[in-house]
C-alpha cells in the first residue's frame, strides 16, 4: 500500500501502486 511489504501478499494490488512492486508470477 504504502511501502513494499510482501510481492506474494502484494500479487495483484501490485499493479495498483505501479510497478514499484515485481509482483511474482
Do not use: K, Y
Not at 500500500?1 to 508470477?25: F, H, K
Amino acid at each position: 500500500m504504502t511501502t513494499t511489504q510482501n510481492p506474494i501478499d502484494l500479487g495483484t494490488p501490485a499493479l495498483r501502486t505501479g510497478t514499484e512492486l515485481v509482483p511474482t508470477i
